[in-house]
């Protein structure tokens, strides 16, 4: 049995790494379940890619100030935002803990990051919400395999043509 697309599902990542791929969706509950959850792994290295939390309504600046709260410099070797609420209101309280913070535009600049960072036996978290974010964009820069992708969340034909078109505004 495998975990639905971008529900927490373990995959195996370029250069001997593994990704937790919970790109679906995220609110204040499941983002801090999936980083608590990371604290839990044994690792040598530990990356937490968050994005926004869309949808929140009037609580959106306090709920990514306090997830990024609880973003332990202890536990993480990088915390990379991705969005504007996350690179506004999550990362500066990441930092205010003592976490190194790596704000980026958007996936694709947040995926090479990683991809960069990430050692081998290391772990990252991939964990935001659609519109805007689709950090299962992030991931496919370092799985492992290719032939994964159909392990990741919207990746039918319609939903690439939307995401081109929203990735299309940050090229040069």
Known sequence: MRPLPGRMNLLKGADNTWLIDDSYSST???ALAALQSLYRIETPQRIAVLGNMNGLKGIFEQAHAELGSHCSPDLLDWVVTVGEKANQYLAPAARQRGCQVKECKNAIEAGSF???KLKSEGVALFKGSSGGVWLEESIKINLHST???????????????RKNQFFSQFKD
């Open 28 to 30: 204040p509950l499941t």
């Open 114 to 116: 990683v991809r960069d």
């Open 147 to 161: 032939e994964d992708d159909k392990y990741l969340v919207r990746q039918t034909p319609e939903w690439i043509a």
